[in-house]
């Protein structure tokens, strides 16, 4: 049962953002009957609240991470903390590093296990409506085995690997980036696998989320133009 001395909306806005028709409807039935919330709107994707130009109506987004695109989680990691105005809260179960990484890029952000209650849903948008950060116990296990991603640094890339990084960076794949660059797939194979090996990463997924979440660095610096950079463009 719903603690209602937890917390209430005072006419904020929430946008949810899941493909799950159950689990969003739960969601806006909660909201609306327990929170008092002023509206609650559900997109599919980070895409199309962006693109509705309506990101700046919402006080607070609600993710569930297993339900959208992974591409969804990339145009958060390039975005400016200071560019969002809403709180974040993700929901979802098991490991993901790109929640992991937004989870320690943002501020203001709570992140609750699918199995949680309702109360804990209450206790994320409290804490957030303090300007504190949430994590339900349940979710803590998430986070405490964060991706070894995290902390490392990348130092003494060539050039062309700058290069190669960039372009994966912005979802181009191995023939593209041989194309753009007038270099073999193999060359670009090749970069790769050492980009791979200099950030002690295994996949392409690996190498791109450490850039994107910021903790890595090249010592003759990285020029990245990323177009998921200004969501207003969306």
Known sequence: MYNKAIFRFSNEWVAVISQNKFFTLGVLQFLK???????????????????????????????????????D????????????TFRLIFIGQGKNDLVSSLFTKFPHTAHIAICDGPNELALAFSALSK??????????KVLETQCSLQNKSVVNLTAREQEVLALLCQGHDTESIAAMLHISPRTVVRHKANLMQKTNTSTTLQLVTLFLSHDITASDGLNYSSPMQNADKF
């Open 33 to 71: 009957r327990e929170l008092n919330c002023g509206g609650a709107v559900v997109y599919p994707s980070m895409l199309d609240l962006f693109s509705s130009g309506a990101k700046k109506h919402y006080q607070y987004v609600i993710i569930q991470y297993s339900e959208i695109y992974k591409y």
């Open 73 to 84: 989680l990339y145009s958060l990691l390039s975005i400016d903390p200071a560019e969002i």
């Open 131 to 140: 300007d504190s950060s949430y994590v339900s116990v349940s979710a803590k």
